[in-house]
C-alpha cells in the first residue's frame, strides 16, 4: 500500500524547494483533474502532491501594464469564460475552457494543468499558441520563460526538470483587428477527447490577412504549431481560397497515428477540416462577430 | 423551465377499459432511490468484512506455465489467494439455469478462474482476499504468473479458417444434423433453420439483393458495476448478496461451480443498476464464496469499470450475410441469411437467437438461415437487449431498404404488402398468434415525423430511415408470494429482481385482479428463500411471466377470501361473486379490506401464490424512423429526430414502456454510431474505459418521440407483450437507411463511426 504525501505551501521558493527535494516523485497539483485520475489509475507513481492553489502567483488572473495578461498556472477554467475581459480578449482559450470535461471538470480544471498534463490533444494548448502565449518557469536556478509551442516535448513529457515549476502563463495583448477560435472534433457532443483540436488567430486590415497563427492537437506526439499555415496567410484575402491554403498546409503537417480514438486518414482530413473552420472562426470575431460552425 | 407533462400517444386495438392497469401510479421503488436509501450490493457491510480483488490476464491467448503466490501471501493483511486450483473439477456437468442452459459446466469455471489457459485479455486468474481493498491491490502485483503466450484469434472469419489456431483443444463442433466434427475447431456449433424451398423461391425473384455485414462488439452499459459479498457459515450456509439479473440463476451457478447443495445457498438480490442481459451469469460471486470460506471471514468484491469493460459479458462482434430475393411488385419469394457471432473465450453466443429473429417482420414462405458459434480471444459474449436480433436485423433492414430503392417501392408500403400477421410461417417456431407488426407500420405511417417531409438545409446533407424490428420474449418461470394483511395491504414477494420497474408492473396486476388500489399492494423482490422458483429478468418476460403469476395468485387469494367469508356469512364460497374489488353473497357484502378484517377476528389470513412457466409470451414488434444529418466533411452523424413505435400488448404502465421504448433507441443510436471494443493486434482490449468506449450523453440524442401501439396478446390474460428488448432492434438499420438517404452511402459495419463514414464518403468521391 502506498502512503502518499500532501504538501501545500504559499510560496513559489517553497513549492521549489519541496520539488527539488523529491524529484520526479513530486508533482503540482491544482485542479487534480488529470493527476488523481492517473494516480488511481495506476497510469502514474506520485508519492507527493504539491498543490498549488495556496500559492497566489498561480491564482493569479491580471492585466499587465502593456496590456498583457498574467493567467495563473492553476487558475480554474471557469474562472477564464466568466471573466469578460479575457473571453474578449482571447476567445480562441475561453473556446477551449467551456468544453473540457463537463461544468463540474471547468470548476477545477486548470490551463496551466492542462499544458503540464502535456496530453497531445490537450484543448487549451492549441489556442495558447495561436495567443503566442510564454510560459513563465521557476525553479531552482531561477526564472526561465519558454514559448508555449516549445513547452511540450513528447506524450506527457515538457520541458520542466525536476523542482521546476510552471507559474503563469504570459498572454501578450491582441493587436486591433484580431480574432481567435479554437474547435475540435469529437465523435460525441460532450465528455470527450479531441480526435483532432485546430486554434487559429487572424489578424486583419480590411479583407487582408495581416498577421495569423494557427495550431493543431491530436495529430503529432505534442500540440503542433503550423507555423507555415499562418505566415502563408500573410499578405492574402481572408477567403475561403485562402483559408483552403492554410487548411491544406495544416494537413500536410499533421503526423497523426491510428489509435482508438482516430485514424491516420480520418485526422489528416479533420486537420484540413477543422483548421479551415477555425479560420472562419477567427475572421467573424476579427470583423467582430461570432463564430458560426460550431463543434 | 417548463414540465412536459404531455402523454405520448396510444393507439389502442382493443375495447379494455382497466381500474389500474394503464394507469400512471407513483413507483413503488422511487422514493427509495431519488432519496438514496435504496441498497445497492456496494452498501452491504458486514462485521469483519475482507476486500477480495482479482488478477487478470495481460495476454489475449496464452498457456499457464506456472502461478506463484507465495509473495502475495505473505504479505501483512492477505488472509487468501485463490486460483482455478481452488475450484472443483466440474466434470461433465451441464448448466441448468440463466437464459443459456445447457452448457458445459467447466467452460462457466474455466471463465471465473482460467484453468491451465487465458482465453481473453482481461481474463481472471487469480484472487486474493484483504483486510482492505489497497492491500488485496498490492497483493496482486505480488503474484508471479508465467505465461507462454499464444497467437490470439480475434474475429470469427479468422477463427473459422482451417488453419487458425484453435482456442480450445477439445472442442469438436456440434453440427445442425446432430453429428459432432471429428476435428477440434473453434466452431463450437452450426445450426440451420430452414422453411419452404429456398432454391425455388430464388428463381422465381426478379430482384435479389445480397450483402455482407460485420459488427465489432458491444457493451450493454450498466451503470452499476459487478459486485457480490459473501459469506459462508461454519455449517455450510453461504449467503451471497449480489447484483444480478436473477438471484436463483445465481443460486444456481454458485452450486455448479462450488459443488455445494442448493439448499445451503440463500441469494440476496440487491437493488440493480441496470444489467440489459449482461447481469445473466456470475463473475464474482464464486470467487467471493471461496474466499470467504477459505478465510472464514465474509468477502466483498466490486469490479471496476475496467473490468467490467474487460472481463465480462459483452454481446458478440462478427458476421452476418443477408441475400433476398423479391418480384419487381415488391413481394417477397425467399430469404437466406448466414450469421457467425464471436461467442468469446469459451462457447454459448447468442447467433441462435439473431437466426430466429433475421426476416421475423416478413412472411416468407421459403427460408433459409444458418448460424455459427465461435469462439475468439475476446471475453465470452453474453446476452444484450434482444440478443442477436439487432446484428441480424441490421443486416435484413438494410437489404430492405436496398430493395425498397432499386424497385422504387415506398418503404412503408414494401413492409405493409410483405408484413408477418397471424398464422405466418415463424421460424423454428409454431405460427405467429395474433401480432401487431401492420398495426405499428401503420401508426409510424401516420405519425407526425413520418408525415412532416424532412426539412433541409443548405449545404446540409440529410436524411431519412425507417427499420422494422422483432424480439420474440421469453416466459420461463416466475413464482409471486401475496399475504393479505389485517387492513387489506398486500406484501407482494415476487422473485423477479427489479431493473425496469417490473415490481410496480407486476403489483399493477395483482391490484387489477384483486380490485384493489395500487397503493394497497406493497410488493418486494425477494431473496432465494423466500420466494418461488424465478428465473432471469430478461427475454423481457417479467411484465409478462411474473405479471401472470400475480395475477393467478391475486385469484387464488380472492378463492381463499371468498372461503373465509363463506363461513362467516354461511353461504357455499361460489356463492360468492367478486367485482370492482368487493364480495357479495345474499346480501352480505365487503370490499377486500372489509374482508381482510372480518377474516382477522376469526385467525384467517390468506396467502395467495403461484408459479407459472408460460410459453405464449407472443412476439414484440417495434418500427422506429429516424432523420440524420451527415457532416459530409467529417463523417460525423447527428440524429435530427427519431420516432419510436411499439406493440406493447397492453402497456401496465405506460411511462416504463415509454421509458424502455427510448432507453433502446439510446442504446441502439449507440451501437449505431460510436460504440465498439477496439483491440490491437495482439488482442489487447484498448479502449475499456466510458471515456473511450463511447455511449451516448444526454447532448447526443434528442427528445425520442414514442407512440404505443396496443395489440393484445393472446396469451395472456391482460393481454401483456414484453417491452423491454425490441426497441433496441431497429435503430442501427433506421440510422443507417437515414444516413443512405442523406449521402447514398450504404454502411455495412456497426458502428457507422466518423472514420468509417467518412472514408466511405472519400471512396464515394
Not at chain 2, 183 to 212: H, I, Q, T, W
Not at chain 2, 441 to 466: C, F, H, N, V, Y
Not at chain 2, 618 to 635: K, L, M, R, S
Amino acid at each position: 500500500m502506498r502512503a502518499i504525501q500532501y504538501a501545500a505551501p504559499s510560496t513559489v521558493e517553497d513549492a521549489v524547494a519541496i520539488l527539488a527535494e523529491h524529484g520526479s516523485d513530486a508533482r503540482m497539483l491544482a485542479g487534480g483533474t488529470d493527476l488523481i485520475v492517473q494516480v488511481r489509475e495506476d497510469a502514474r507513481d506520485t508519492g507527493v502532491f504539491v498543490d498549488a492553489k495556496k500559492i497566489p502567483e498561480l491564482m493569479e488572473l491580471s492585466v499587465n501594464a502593456d496590456g498583457s495578461t498574467t493567467l495563473g498556472a492553476a487558475v480554474p477554467c471557469h474562472q477564464l469564460y466568466n471573466d469578460a475581459h479575457f473571453t474578449a480578449t482571447y476567445p480562441a482559450v475561453t473556446d477551449a475552457a467551456r468544453i473540457i470535461g463537463s461544468t463540474g471538470i471547468q470548476g477545477r480544471a486548470s490551463v496551466g494543468g492542462n499544458l503540464c498534463n502535456s496530453g497531445p490533444a490537450g484543448d487549451t494548448i492549441p489556442p495558447l499558441i495561436v495567443h503566442s502565449a510564454v510560459c513563465n518557469i521557476f525553479g531552482p536556478d531561477g526564472e526561465r520563460t519558454v514559448a508555449v509551442e516549445d513547452f511540450c516535448t513528447a506524450p506527457g513529457r515538457n520541458v520542466l526538470a525536476d523542482g521546476e515549476l510552471l507559474v503563469s502563463l504570459t498572454l501578450p495583448k491582441p493587436p486591433a483587428g484580431s480574432g481567435s477560435h479554437y474547435l475540435r472534433f469529437i465523435p460525441r457532443n460532450e465528455m470527450d477527447i479531441a480526435v483532432v483540436g485546430a486554434g487559429a488567430w487572424l489578424q486583419l486590415d480590411g479583407d487582408t490577412i495581416t498577421a495569423a497563427r494557427t495550431a493543431l492537437g491530436a495529430v503529432a506526439p505534442t500540440p503542433l504549431f503550423v507555423q507555415a499555415a499562418g505566415d502563408a496567410l500573410v499578405g492574402m484575402t481572408a477567403d475561403e481560397d485562402a483559408f483552403a491554403v492554410a487548411a491544406g498546409i495544416a494537413r500536410d503537417a499533421a503526423t497523426p497515428i491510428d489509435d482508438m480514438r482516430g485514424t491516420i486518414a480520418h485526422r489528416k482530413q479533420l486537420s484540413y477540416v477543422l483548421t479551415q473552420r477555425a479560420l472562419r472562426g477567427a475572421k467573424a470575431r476579427a470583423q467582430g462577430g461570432s463564430p458560426t460552425n460550431g463543434h | 423551465m417548463a414540465i412536459d407533462t404531455r402523454v405520448a400517444p396510444k393507439i389502442k386495438h382493443h375495447d379494455e377499459e382497466y381500474k389500474v392497469i394503464g394507469t400512471r401510479p407513483i413507483r413503488h421503488d422511487g422514493l427509495e432511490k431519488v432519496t438514496g436509501e435504496a441498497r445497492y450490493g456496494s452498501d452491504i457491510n458486514l462485521p469483519g468484512q475482507l476486500h477480495g480483488k482479482v488478477l487478470r490476464s495481460p495476454h489475449a491467448h496464452a498457456r499457464i506455465v506456472s502461478i506463484d503466490a507465495s509473495r502475495a501471501e505473505a504479505l501483512h493483511g492477505v488472509s487468501a489467494v485463490i486460483t482455478s486450483a481452488d475450484l472443483p473439477d466440474p466434470g461433465d456437468k451441464l448448466t441448468t439455469g440463466g437464459e443459456a442452459p445447457g452448457l458445459p459446466v467447466k467452460f462457466k469455471s474455466a471463465n471465473m478462474l482460467a484453468r491451465g489457459k487465458v482465453h481473453y485479455h482481461g481474463h481472471a486468474v487469480a484472487a486474493v482476499a484483504a483486510t482492505n481493498q489497497h492491500i488485496a491491490a498490492e497483493a496482486l502485483k505480488l503474484i508471479d504468473v508465467e505465461y507462454e503466450v499464444l497467437d490470439p484469434v480475434l474475429e470469427v472469419w479468422d477463427a473459422m479458417k482451417p488453419d487458425a489456431p484453435v482456442i480450445i483443444e477439445d472442442l469438436y463442433t456440434a453440427k445442425a444434423d446432430g453429428t459432432t466434427a471429428d476435428e477440434p475447431s473453434n466452431v463450437a456449433a452450426e445450426m440451420l433453420y430452414e422453411v419452404g424451398d429456398v432454391d425455388a423461391g430464388f428463381a422465381e425473384a426478379d430482384l435479389v439483393v445480397d450483402r455482407e455485414f460485420t459488427f465489432g462488439v458491444v457493451h450493454q452499459g450498466y451503470i452499476e458495476t459487478h459486485n457480490a459479498t459473501a459469506n459462508w457459515l461454519k455449517d455450510g450456509h453461504l449467503h451471497v448478496w449480489c447484483s444480478s439479473q436473477g438471484a436463483f440463476t445465481i443460486r444456481q451457478e454458485l452450486a455448479d461451480l462450488l459443488n455445494h447443495p442448493i439448499t445451503k445457498i440463500h441469494v440476496v438480490p440487491m437493488e440493480i443498476g441496470g444489467g440489459f442481459g449482461g447481469k445473466t451469469t456470475a463473475y464474482l460471486e464464486p470467487l467471493a464464496a471461496l474466499l470467504s470460506q477459505q478465510t472464514g471471514h465474509p468477502v466483498k468484491m466490486a469490479m471496476d469499470r475496467a473490468d467490467v469493460l474487460k472481463a465480462t459479458g459483452p454481446t458478440p462482434g462478427g458476421y452476418v450475410r443477408v441475400k433476398m430475393g423479391v418480384t419487381n411488385d415488391g413481394m417477397i419469394t425467399a430469404g437466406y441469411a448466414n450469421l457467425a457471432f464471436d461467442a468469446g473465450g469459451y462457447p454459448g453466443s447468442v447467433v441462435g437467437a439473431g437466426c430466429r429473429c433475421v426476416f421475423a417482420p416478413y412472411n416468407m414462405p421459403n427460408a433459409k438461415v444458418e448460424g455459427f458459434d465461435v469462439v475468439v480471444n475476446k471475453p465470452k459474449t453474453h446476452a444484450y437487449r434482444a440478443p442477436g436480433a439487432t446484428h441480424a436485423e441490421f443486416a435484413s433492414e438494410t437489404v430492405v431498404d436496398e430493395i425498397c430503392r432499386t424497385l422504387d417501392i415506398d418503404p412503408v408500403e414494401f413492409r405493409l404488402k410483405n408484413s408477418a400477421k397471424e398464422g405466418d410461417w415463424q421460424l423454428a417456431q409454431p405460427p405467429y398468434p395474433r401480432i401487431g407488426h401492420i398495426e405499428c407500420m401503420e401508426a409510424a405511417r401516420d405519425s407526425a415525423q413520418w408525415q412532416t417531409p424532412l426539412e433541409t438545409a443548405p449545404g446540409k446533407k440529410r436524411g431519412r430511415g425507417i427499420a422494422s424490428g422483432f424480439w420474440f420474449n421469453i416466459g420461463f418461470t416466475s413464482s409471486v408470494i401475496a399475504k393479505l394483511n389485517s387492513d387489506g395491504s398486500v406484501t407482494l414477494l415476487e422473485g423477479s429482481t427489479d431493473i425496469g420497474g417490473t415490481r410496480t408492473s407486476v403489483a399493477m396486476q395483482f391490484a387489477e385482479t384483486l380490485g384493489i388500489a395500487i397503493e394497497d399492494v406493497d410488493p418486494i423482490v425477494a431473496d432465494t428463500d423466500s420466494v418461488g422458483q424465478t428465473d432471469v429478468t430478461g427475454g423481457s418476460r417479467v411484465t409478462f411471466a411474473t405479471g401472470l403469476a400475480a395475477h393467478n395468485a391475486a385469484n387464488d387469494m380472492k378463492d381463499q377470501i371468498a372461503e373465509g367469508l363463506a363461513d362467516l356469512w354461511d353461504v357455499a364460497a361460489d356463492a360468492i361473486t367478486h367485482a370492482d374489488g368487493t364480495f357479495s353473497a345474499n346480501g352480505n357484502s365487503a370490499t377486500v379490506r372489509e374482508a381482510a378484517g372480518l377474516l382477522e377476528e376469526e385467525g384467517v389470513f390468506p396467502i395467495g401464490k403461484n408459479t407459472v412457466t408460460p410459453t405464449r409470451e407472443g412476439g414484440a414488434f417495434a418500427v422506429h424512423i429516424a432523420d440524420v444529418e451527415v457532416d459530409e466533411e467529417t463523417g460525423k452523424v447527428e440524429i435530427l429526430r427519431y420516432t419510436a413505435v411499439q406493440d406493447a400488448g397492453v402497456a401496465i404502465y405506460p411511462p416504463y414502456v415509454e421509458g424502455q421504448m427510448q432507453g433502446g433507441v439510446v442504446q441502439g443510436v449507440g451501437w449505431a454510431l460510436n460504440e465498439e471494443y477496439v483491440y490491437d493486434d495482439d488482442g489487447h482490449l484498448l479502449n475499456a474505459s466510458l471515456l473511450d468506449y463511447r455511449m451516448p450523453t444526454a447532448l447526443d440524442v434528442p427528445n425520442i418521440e414514442t407512440i404505443i401501439v396496443e395489440v393484445p396478446n393472446p396469451g395472456h390474460p391482460y393481454g401483456v407483450r414484453g417491452v423491454g428488448e425490441v426497441p433496441i432492434v431497429p435503430p442501427p438499420a433506421a440510422v443507417a437507411n437515414a444516413i443512405h438517404d442523406a449521402t447514398g452511402l450504404r454502411m455495412s459495419h456497426l458502428p457507422m463511426s466518423p472514420p468509417r463514414v467518412q472514408a466511405a464518403l472519400a471512396a464515394q468521391a
